[in-house]
C-alpha cells in the first residue's frame, strides 16, 4: 500500500516537474555565424555597417502555441544585434572592404535589419509528435552613389519532437534559422556590386 502511495506522489511530482519546465519562459543569448563565402568585390574602400533590430517585439513566439506569458520565448535585442553587427562587419571585410561604423557623406553604407523572428507551434500530423516553425527574416539594405539595393532573405525550419524543446535545443534551431539568413543575405551579389561601384 505505501509502495503504491508513493509511486502515485513520485509521478505527480514527476508530472508537475515535466510541466513546470514546458510552461516556463526561455530568454535565449544567440550567437549566430555566417559560413558561407561572400563575393570578392572590394579594394579597401570605406563601407559604413549597421545593424538594427526592426522587429515589433522581442517575444518571438510562445513554447505551447498559446498567449501564456509563462511559456514566452524571449530574444533580447541588446544581446542579438551587437553580435549580428559583428557578423556584418566581418562579412563586408571578406568581401574586400574596410568597414566602419561611422556615417560619411557619400561613403557607401550597408544596414542589415533583422526584420522579423518567429517561433510557432506547427501541427505534425503524428500521433504523440508535436512541432516547432521557426522562421526568420533579414533585410539588407545597400546605398551608393544614389543608388538603393533592397534584398530580402527568409529562412524556415520546421522541428518535430515529443517533448518540448528547452533552451539549449530551442537556442540551437535559432542560431542555425539566422546563420543561414546570414549566409543568404551576404551571399547575394547584388550588394557586393553596389558598394563597389
Not at 544581446?79 to 557619400?106: C, H, K, N, W, Y
Not at 522562421?135 to 539595393?149: I, L, S
Not at 527568409?154 to 528547452?166: E, F, L, M, V
Amino acid at each position: 500500500m505505501r509502495r503504491r502511495h508513493f509511486l502515485q506522489l513520485s509521478c505527480a511530482l514527476l508530472a508537475s516537474i515535466l510541466l513546470a519546465g514546458c510552461a516556463s519562459p526561455q530568454y535565449l543569448q544567440l550567437n549566430p555565424q555566417r559560413t558561407a563565402n561572400v563575393p570578392q568585390t572590394g579594394s579597401g574602400q570605406q563601407v559604413t555597417v549597421v545593424a538594427v533590430d526592426a522587429r515589433e517585439s522581442e517575444v518571438i513566439g510562445t513554447r505551447s502555441g498559446g498567449s501564456m506569458s509563462t511559456a514566452q520565448i524571449t530574444v533580447s535585442s541588446h544581446e542579438l544585434i551587437p553580435r549580428l553587427q559583428e557578423e556584418a562587419e566581418r562579412a563586408v571585410r571578406d568581401m574586400g572592404f574596410s568597414p566602419t561604423r561611422d556615417a560619411a557623406q557619400g561613403r557607401p553604407s550597408i544596414t542589415l535589419e533583422l526584420a522579423s523572428l518567429n517561433y510557432a507551434k506547427g501541427e505534425s500530423g503524428q500521433p504523440l509528435i508535436d512541432e516547432a516553425r521557426i522562421e526568420g527574416v533579414f533585410r539588407a539594405v545597400a546605398q551608393n552613389k544614389g543608388t538603393t539595393y533592397t534584398g530580402t532573405y527568409t529562412s524556415r525550419r520546421t522541428q518535430g519532437y515529443a517533448i518540448k524543446p528547452g533552451e539549449d535545443a530551442n537556442t540551437r534551431m535559432l542560431n542555425d534559422l539566422l546563420s543561414d539568413g546570414l549566409n543568404r543575405a551576404f551571399s547575394d551579389p547584388e550588394l557586393g556590386r553596389l558598394l563597389a561601384r
